[in-house]
């Protein structure tokens, strides 16, 4: 197996500092080792990428009390500079971060295992995130230069920061995800603790002294190790304001649950989600098909956007299933860097067996494997396997997969799938193929209702980042989009002052001399 020289592993990455307190700190104690499942030789063996500080409780409450520092009850350098100035930090962040682009596509690719055009296309995404937030942020802030005036009262009303933010990002976004909640909570005035997830952490080595010549001493902070021990003593402790984190209902309830002040905790949360697709019998197959190709495999459905399970209309489920298992299985399998490989190997090592037992409860209650690849293993793959028919004592019914197993269900009545997502614990999104608008319009309408975002004869997914992003029930708590996930890190706060000579003098002179960073006029271009 021959890997293009670019994206060889030529030296492994040993990680020995942490950022705290504005200083890359030395680590001589334990360390992790980071494996890839992806093996560089002939005969198969996991690839030793680096090794990253496996930090404990004092080194967690360390970055704690640096976040506090800096943010210092609202007193801090970053939470009172002006507007213009935090986005210059963001700014100069950005600019540095574009210089390592081919560094931590490489590593992408290696960590997560995802193909090379979604990885160049995650780092690309990220960057315009940033300065589509920076925009957003300048609008907000013209939109604030100005009083209101009502019942005899002058009120300056601005967002302002919430405090200390714990920030825990996903192994299968672990740039675009994680900084979709960094990138926002930095740039409002927030001060940030953040532990990468255990897949996808060396790609942030790169990135350490960026951030670290960035911004103001303790207003990033990153740490490493396991979550149990790192941040559930940061939760325990009480002095985070925001948990602000990507992955799953039950690592978020457990932090949430240690909080002594959880009255008082602000949740900015993405969960996991189990999105339906609906193929009405009026659908254009084709599209349908294709669409539905997309969102089920794409990065091998690992993914809370991924479209987990299937619902086709009897009328034609034939016709969709042979033809949907044919397109399944032409998919080529490869590493990353191979040209046109759509599925790749699974960053987890034990996900094949996971998927497997998956598969096998759901034969045992009587559903079949209908795709003739389906189910074949390799160390670090199970080629994608289309189960129908799968009813609801099925485990793959009711549990988040998060990998390459699709199930299909008939319905005959469209009140089965809207029961289903009714009575389902996840509200995210839907994926509707049809196009007689008589049976369009009601649906639209009540799914509206049980999900965040219907999408009409497409995959379900989270872009365009400038649109809300969110879900109901165990799906998500707050809303990321760039606009709506400036607000999810604020408050609105504002001076208010009677309408008299005595106050407008003040107000006047405040104005004139800039001696506040808060109240002021001043519009950025």
Same mark, same amino acid.
């Given at each position: 197996?021959k890997?293009?020289?670019q994206y060889q592993?030529k030296?492994?990455?040993?990680?020995?500092?942490?950022? =705290?307190?504005? *200083?890359?700190?030395?680590?001589?104690?334990?360390?992790?080792?980071? !494996? @890839?499942?992806i093996?560089?030789t002939?005969?198969?063996?996991?690839t030793?990428?680096?090794?990253?500080? #496996?930090?404990?409780?004092?080194?967690?409450?360390?970055? /704690?009390?640096?976040?506090v520092?800096?943010?210092n009850?609202g007193?801090?350098?970053?939470? #009172?500079?002006k507007?213009?100035?935090?986005?210059?930090c963001?700014?100069?962040f950005?600019? *540095?971060?574009?210089?390592?682009?081919?560094?931590?596509?490489?590593l992408l690719?290696?960590?997560?295992g995802k193909?090379?055009?979604?990885s160049e296309?995650?780092?690309?995404r990220?960057v315009?995130?940033? !300065?589509? #937030?920076?925009?957003?942020y300048?609008q907000?802030?013209?939109d604030?230069a100005?009083f209101e005036? %009502?019942?005899?009262?002058?009120?300056?009303i601005?967002?302002?920061?919430?405090?200390?933010v714990?920030?825990?990002?996903? !192994?299968?976004?672990?740039?675009?995800e994680? &900084?979709a909640?960094?990138?926002p909570?930095?740039i409002?005035g927030n @001060?940030?603790i953040?532990?990468p997830?255990k &897949?996808?952490?060396?790609?942030?080595?790169?990135?350490?002294?960026?951030f *670290?010549?960035?911004?103001?001493?303790g207003?990033v902070?990153?740490?490493y190790?396991?979550?149990?021990?790192?941040?559930?003593p940061i939760m325990?402790d009480?002095?985070?304001?925001?948990?602000a984190?990507i992955?799953?209902?039950?690592s978020?309830?457990?932090?949430?649950?240690v909080?002594?002040?959880s009255?008082?905790l602000?949740?900015?949360?993405?969960?996991?989600?189990?999105?339906?697709?609906i193929?009405?019998?009026d659908?254009? /197959?084709?599209l349908?098909?294709?669409?539905?190709?997309?969102g @089920?495999t794409? &990065? %091998?459905?690992?993914?809370?956007?991924?479209?987990?399970?299937?619902?086709v209309?009897?009328d034609?489920?034939?016709e969709?299933?042979?033809?949907?298992?044919e397109?399944?299985?032409a998919?080529?399998?490869?590493?990353?860097?191979?040209?046109?490989a759509?599925?790749?190997p699974?960053?987890?090592?034990?996900k094949?067996?996971?998927?497997?037992? /998956?598969?096998?409860d759901?034969?045992?209650?009587?559903?079949?494997?209908?795709?003739?690849?389906?189910?074949e293993?390799?160390?670090?793959y199970?080629?994608?396997a289309?189960?129908?028919?799968?009813?609801? %004592?099925?485990?793959?019914?009711?549990e988040?997969?998060?990998?390459?197993?699709?199930?299909?269900?008939?319905? @005959?009545?469209?009140?089965?799938?809207?029961?289903d997502?009714?009575?389902s614990? !996840?509200?995210q999104? =839907?994926?509707?193929?049809?196009k007689?608008?008589?049976?369009?319009?009601?649906?639209i309408?009540?799914?509206?209702?049980?999900?965040?975002?219907v999408?009409l004869?497409?995959?379900?997914q989270?872009?365009?980042?400038?649109?809300?992003?969110?879900g109901?029930?165990?799906?998500?708590?707050?809303?990321?989009?760039?606009?709506?996930?400036?607000?999810?890190?604020?408050i609105?706060? &504002?001076?208010?002052?009677?309408?008299?000579?005595?106050?407008?003098?003040i107000?006047?002179?405040?104005?004139?001399?800039r001696a506040?960073n808060?109240?002021?006029?001043d519009?950025?271009?």
């Amino acid at each position: 197996m021959k890997i293009p020289e670019q994206y060889q592993i030529k030296q492994t990455i040993t990680q020995n500092t942490y950022l =705290v307190d504005g *200083q890359l700190k030395s680590w001589t104690g334990e360390t992790s080792e980071v !494996y @890839s499942t992806i093996s560089s030789t002939e005969k198969y063996k996991p690839t030793l990428l680096g090794t990253i500080p #496996t930090l404990g409780e004092k080194e967690a409450l360390e970055a /704690l009390n640096s976040a506090v520092s800096a943010y210092n009850k609202g007193q801090g350098l970053w939470p #009172t500079m002006k507007v213009v100035d935090r986005i210059a930090c963001m700014e100069k962040f950005v600019t *540095q971060m574009k210089t390592k682009r081919a560094e931590v596509v490489k590593l992408l690719m290696w960590e997560i295992g995802k193909n090379l055009p979604d990885s160049e296309k995650e780092f690309d995404r990220t960057v315009e995130y940033i !300065y589509d #937030t920076i925009e957003d942020y300048k609008q907000m802030d013209r939109d604030s230069a100005k009083f209101e005036k %009502n019942a005899g009262v002058n009120a300056h009303i601005r967002r302002g920061p919430l405090g200390v933010v714990l920030c825990l990002g996903p !192994y299968n976004y672990p740039l675009n995800e994680t &900084f979709a909640l960094l990138i926002p909570a930095l740039i409002m005035g927030n @001060s940030v603790i953040f532990k990468p997830a255990k &897949f996808g952490v060396l790609l942030l080595s790169p990135l350490l002294e960026a951030f *670290q010549n960035s911004f103001p001493k303790g207003v990033v902070n990153i740490i490493y190790g396991r979550g149990r021990t790192v941040a559930s003593p940061i939760m325990k402790d009480g002095r985070v304001d925001v948990l602000a984190l990507i992955g799953n209902s039950t690592s978020a309830n457990a932090l949430q649950n240690v909080h002594p002040k959880s009255n008082r905790l602000r949740m900015v949360l993405g969960l996991e989600a189990k999105n339906p697709a609906i193929v009405l019998k009026d659908a254009d /197959l084709e599209l349908a098909i294709d669409e539905c190709i997309a969102g @089920s495999t794409s &990065f %091998n459905g690992q993914r809370c956007t991924a479209l987990k399970v299937l619902y086709v209309h009897e009328d034609i489920i034939e016709e969709f299933n042979k033809r949907f298992s044919e397109k399944v299985d032409a998919l080529k399998f490869g590493n990353p860097w191979e040209d046109g490989a759509k599925l790749t190997p699974l960053p987890e090592p034990n996900k094949p067996a996971y998927i497997q037992e /998956l598969i096998d409860d759901a034969i045992e209650k009587g559903a079949k494997i209908i795709n003739k690849k389906g189910g074949e293993t390799t160390e670090n793959y199970i080629f994608p396997a289309v189960l129908y028919p799968v009813s609801k %004592n099925m485990r793959v019914f009711e549990e988040e997969q998060f990998g390459p197993v699709i199930p299909v269900i008939s319905f @005959s009545d469209i009140e089965e799938p809207l029961d289903d997502m009714a009575a389902s614990n !996840y509200g995210q999104q =839907v994926s509707l193929f049809g196009k007689d608008i008589k049976t369009l319009a009601p649906l639209i309408d009540t799914l509206v209702n049980l999900v965040c975002r219907v999408n009409l004869n497409s995959s379900c997914q989270r872009g365009p980042d400038v649109y809300p992003f969110t879900g109901r029930k165990d799906s998500a708590v707050a809303t990321l989009s760039v606009h709506d996930a400036l607000r999810s890190f604020s408050i609105r706060t &504002f001076v208010a002052s009677k309408d008299n000579a005595y106050n407008n003098a003040i107000l006047k002179e405040l104005l004139e001399t800039r001696a506040s960073n808060f109240v002021s006029t001043d519009y950025i271009l």
